[in-house]
């Protein structure tokens, strides 16, 4: 079955650390993944993805995410973290259709 | 430059009240078009998605229909609100043809069933 494991739900940080949320996918899952961020009562906003190519993805924000076949993992990171990405994030592979984790809430504190 | 956007933002509606959302993409042509529910808690539900105008798949049995009757617009419906159906829908585009699974979203539309 195709699936998209987030395994943690909840993060919490302090404002500069470093972050990683972590992402596996199911082999069935396809090769294309996405990371999203969703900020509160917003739509979701492609953070990065991976489609091809080299294995470091870089994206907006200051965010990167390192596909790893071996382990079946998509990875999310940050060096420092800042207040304003506290949010809801969400790891995505493409199947037959977009199959989406259960979220990961990163909360940075001061 | 393609935009996607959903009314009404926020909705309160009373069990066994109709429904209807609506969603609109604008700059691109014959998009894959999408609708999602966010319950509190959750992650993401496909509920409907579309190919065409007229050809919706449904994802998931339940009180709620879509229809397509233009190739840009998108309307979620449900005949009788139940509260299980409070939660935040969004809708989401896809470029036709390009199976890479990237979606874009709208800015969702969170629905209050009292």
């Known amino acids: 079955a195709q699936s998209v494991t987030q395994l943690d739900s909840q993060v919490p940080v302090f404002e500069e650390a470093p972050v990683e949320l972590r992402c596996n996918y199911s082999?069935?899952?396809?090769?294309?993944l996405f990371w999203y961020v969703q900020y509160p009562n917003q739509g979701l906003q492609l953070l990065l993805k991976y489609l091809s190519g080299s294995t470091l993805v870089k994206g907006i924000n200051g965010f990167e995410a390192e596909f790893n076949k071996s382990q079946t993992s998509f990875h999310l990171r940050k060096p420092s973290v800042h207040i304003s990405d506290t949010a809801e994030y969400f790891c995505?592979?493409?199947?037959?259709?977009?199959?989406f984790g259960k979220g990961t809430t990163l909360s940075v504190s001061s | 430059s393609q935009t996607i956007h959903q009314w009404p933002a926020t909705l309160v509606q009373p069990v066994g009240s109709p429904l209807s959302l609506e969603c609109t993409v604008e700059g691109t042509s014959n998009p894959n078009l999408y609708w999602y529910r966010q319950a509190a808690g959750r992650g993401l539900q496909l509920l409907f998605y579309s190919v065409g105008i007229g050809q919706i798949s449904s994802e998931v049995p339940q009180n709620l229909s879509a229809s397509r009757p233009q190739d840009r617009q998108f309307i979620l419906s449900s005949k009788k609100l139940l509260l299980s159906d409070s939660g935040f829908y969004l809708c989401a585009w896809s470029r036709a043809g390009v199976n890479t699974g990237e979606l874009f979203f709208g800015e969702g539309s969170r629905l209050t069933v009292l």
């Open positions: 082999s069935s899952v396809s090769v294309y």
């Open positions: 995505a592979g493409y199947g037959t259709a977009l199959i």
